[in-house]
Structures are given as structure tokens and as C-alpha cells.
T-cell receptor
Framework: AQSVAQPEDQVNVAEGNPLTVKCTYSVSGNPYLFWYVQYPNRGLQFLLKYITGDNLVKGSYGFEAEFNKSQTSFHLKKPSALVSDSALYFCAVRDMMKSTFGDGTTLTVKP | GAGVSQSPSNKVTEKGKDVELRCDPISGHTALYWYRQSLGQGLEFLIY????????KSGLPSDRFSAERTGGSVSTLTIQRTQQEDSAVYLC????????????FGPGTRLLVL
């Protein structure tokens, strides 16, 4: 069975500082990994995904994520956080057609 | 183009009543998914459709929950004899076929069972 862990319920950073939102996964086959962001009272918006190839994946809004097979991690990063990045972030792993989501990490960026 | 749409956006019902939630996927997306998001929780997989068939119904929490999809497009999630623990946001997503395809989510239906 596949699983995803987001070890931090909350991440706080100051605007302009780099941010990292952590994700580790467990899957029996090849990992297909996704990051989504959810703003209040909205659905999930796709940020980026890792399927194969380069371990550093670049996505929307300046976000990127690094796939690390040995550590089974897929941490989300951004070099310089914006107040508007404050939202709920979900990591997901795909096995066949079923996606398993982490519990989410609330990112708060303070001015 | 248009994204995934869901209706109603909010639904308040009394315990024991039946409710129907509707999802309109992105045109051309043959795969459709239903998830449930309870307050402060992650997403719980409910069911997945490929075309009109549902190969994986493993996530439906009880036999009070059912879903159908007609014409390879619109899907309806029905909850019979609603209970208070059914209160949640029900999210629909659609994608092209394939394991690496991105799921695109609708805004959700917020269900409150009194």
C-alpha cells in the first residue's frame, strides 16, 4: 500500500526567505509524485509533478521540488517566499490510478 | 477552457435525507475521481471512473454512498440516509487517462448534515 507523510502541520517563514515543505512517500512501484496548493474555500490547484527524469522539478508560481529516491522524499521549495504563498499544501503519490494525499501543511508567510 | 465544475457549492440537509452531488469534468477527460475532505484532514479517496465504469470503488465508506457516470462525462455522487459524519467537502477531479496525468480539481461541494 502506498502512503505519504507530511511531517509538519505548519510552516512559518518570513517574506523573502526560502521555504521548504517536506514530504516523504512509500510506494511499491515507480513513484509518481505531485504537489497541490489549496487556498481557502477553493479546490486544489496543481503545482508540479515528478514522473521520471531530472530530480529537480520546476512548477507554477516559482515553486520547485526535489525528488530523492534514496530518502524517498519529494520536498517542495521556493527560493523567496511571498505573503500570497500562504495556503495549504498537499503532497500526493500515485499508484495506478489511485492517488494518496498527505494530511497537508499550512504555510504562513509573514511580511 | 472551462475547468471542473461542481454543484451545488454548498448543501445543508437534515440527517436521514438523501443528497446528490454533481461533477462536470473538463471536456475530453475520461478519468474522474471523487474525494472527501473533512475539516482539518487530508483528502480521502472515494471512487474513480474510467469512462462510465468504476474499476475502483474501494474508498466508498459505506453502502449509503454510490456514484455513477453517464456519457463519459457528468458524474453524480449520491449519499443516502445522510449522517452527521458525512459532513465534509466533496471534491471531484478529472484527468486524461494515464498514471502520470495530472488531476484537475473542482471547487468542491461543502455538505453540512444537521
Amino acid at each position: 500500500a502506498q502512503s505519504v507523510a507530511q511531517p509538519e502541520d505548519q510552516v512559518n517563514v518570513a517574506e523573502g526567505n526560502p521555504l521548504t515543505v517536506k514530504c516523504t512517500y512509500s510506494v511499491s512501484g515507480n513513484p509518481y509524485l505531485f504537489w497541490y496548493v489549496q487556498y481557502p474555500n477553493r479546490g486544489l490547484q496543481f503545482l508540479l509533478k515528478y514522473i521520471t527524469g531530472d530530480n529537480l522539478v520546476k512548477g507554477s508560481y516559482g515553486f520547485e521540488a526535489e525528488f530523492n529516491k534514496s530518502q524517498t522524499s519529494f520536498h517542495l521549495k521556493k527560493p523567496s517566499a511571498l505573503v500570497s504563498d500562504s495556503a495549504l499544501y498537499f503532497c500526493a503519490v500515485r499508484d495506478m490510478m489511485k492517488s494518496t494525499f498527505g494530511d497537508g501543511t499550512t504555510l504562513t508567510v509573514k511580511p | 477552457g472551462a475547468g471542473v465544475s461542481q454543484s451545488p457549492s454548498n448543501k445543508v440537509t437534515e440527517k436521514g435525507k438523501d443528497v446528490e452531488l454533481r461533477c462536470d469534468p473538463i471536456s475530453g477527460h475520461t478519468a474522474l475521481y471523487w474525494y472527501r475532505q473533512s475539516l482539518g484532514q487530508g483528502l480521502e479517496f472515494l471512487i474513480y471512473f474510467q469512462g462510465n465504469s468504476a474499476p475502483d470503488k474501494s474508498g466508498l465508506p459505506s453502502d449509503r454512498f454510490s456514484a455513477e457516470r453517464t456519457g463519459g462525462s457528468v458524474s453524480t455522487l449520491t449519499i443516502q440516509r445522510t449522517q452527521q459524519e458525512d459532513s465534509a467537502v466533496y471534491l471531484c477531479a478529472s484527468s486524461l487517462p494515464g498514471y502520470q496525468e495530472t488531476q484537475y480539481f473542482g471547487p468542491g461541494t461543502r455538505l453540512l448534515v444537521l
